[in-house]
């Protein structure tokens, strides 16, 4: 069964400090992977789309990973506004649905 | 990309009555999905909409309780009937684009008393 797994659940970071969050997915062939951002009460927002093990995308402070087992979104010296959960997600080959972790709730404080 | 919306962006609806949510976007697209979040929760599917057949519904979800309709390439509905308090949540539309991306509305936020 397709499954994806994201952690930690929730991070907190102090402004400037750089992390990494991690998803572990679980696919029958592996058609993407993509990487969204959500803050409270609204709709996700599209960040990256990863579709080969070593592939990398970079967008401001953020750049996502690619490996045959996981992705990586590392954070380079974060700022409060980058607070949202992060939201990481696949489709396969078999089908356009895509398929949910359970987010990493990122807080960062000046 | 595309642009989304939804309407309403929020309600607050009694238990027992029906909320239609409209989903509308910017470009013709074939797919449409149609999700729930609940609080705290992560994303899940309702159903999927293509224009010109019926929605496909995931499983727990049933077409009496959530009746989708696509009428063309840029709009969809989706009604939740009869309501009950359990079904509070955030109600999202995404569509399909090239390469497999999906981009979503901003959510409608519904609350059942």
């Known amino acids: 069964e397709d499954q994806v797994t994201q952690s930690p659940e929730a991070l907190r970071l102090q402004e400037g400090e750089s992390s990494s969050l991690n998803c572990s997915y679980t696919?029958?062939?592996?058609?993407?992977l993509f990487w969204y951002r959500q803050d409270p009460g609204k709709g996700p927002e599209f960040l990256f789309t990863?579709?080969?093990a070593g592939e990398e995308k970079e967008k401001e402070r953020l750049k996502a990973t690619l490996t045959k087992k996981e992705s990586f979104l590392h954070i380079t010296a974060p700022k409060p506004e980058d607070s949202a959960t992060y939201l990481c997600?696949?489709?396969?080959?078999?089908?356009?649905?895509?398929?949910f972790g359970t987010g990493t709730r990122l807080q960062v404080f000046p | 990309s595309a642009v989304i919306s939804q309407k309403p962006s929020r309600d607050i609806c009694q238990r027992g009555t029906s909320l239609t949510i409209q989903c509308q976007v910017d470009?013709?697209?074939?797919?449409m999905f149609w999700y729930r979040q609940q609080p705290g929760q992560s994303l899940t599917l309702i159903a999927t909409?293509?224009?010109?057949?019926?929605?496909?519904?995931e499983s727990g979800f049933v077409i009496d309780k959530f009746p989708i309709s696509r009428p063309n390439l840029t709009f969809s509905t989706l009604t939740v009937s009869n309501m009950s308090p359990e079904d509070s949540s955030i109600y999202l539309c995404?569509?399909?684009?090239?390469?497999?991306?999906?981009?979503f509305g901003p959510g409608t936020r519904l609350t059942v008393t």
């Open positions: 995404s569509v399909l684009l090239g390469r497999g991306e999906q981009y």
């Open positions: 696919v029958s062939g592996l058609r993407g």
């Open positions: 990863l579709y080969s």
């Open positions: 997600a696949v489709t396969s080959y078999n089908t356009d649905k895509l398929i």
């Open positions: 470009s013709q697209v074939t797919m």
């Open positions: 909409a293509n224009q010109g057949s019926e929605a496909t519904y």
